[in-house]
């Protein structure tokens, strides 16, 4: 959700300003997806 949010701001800036945001998008992407793994294996291991 929040990578949509950064996405679709992203294309309202110009020039390096969108470069920012769109490097800020993937890195909220990357972040999320570390998450999953967690609590994928955390849920594997029945901790969670």
Known sequence: M???LAS???WLLEGPQRSTMLEIQQ???L???A???V???LQQQKIF
Do not use: K, Q, Y
């Open 39 to 41: 609590l994928d294996n």
């Open 8 to 10: 679709d701001f992203a």
């Open 2 to 4: 929040w990578e949509l």
């Open 35 to 37: 998450v999953n793994r």
């Open 31 to 33: 972040g999320e997806l």
């Open 27 to 29: 890195i909220i992407m």
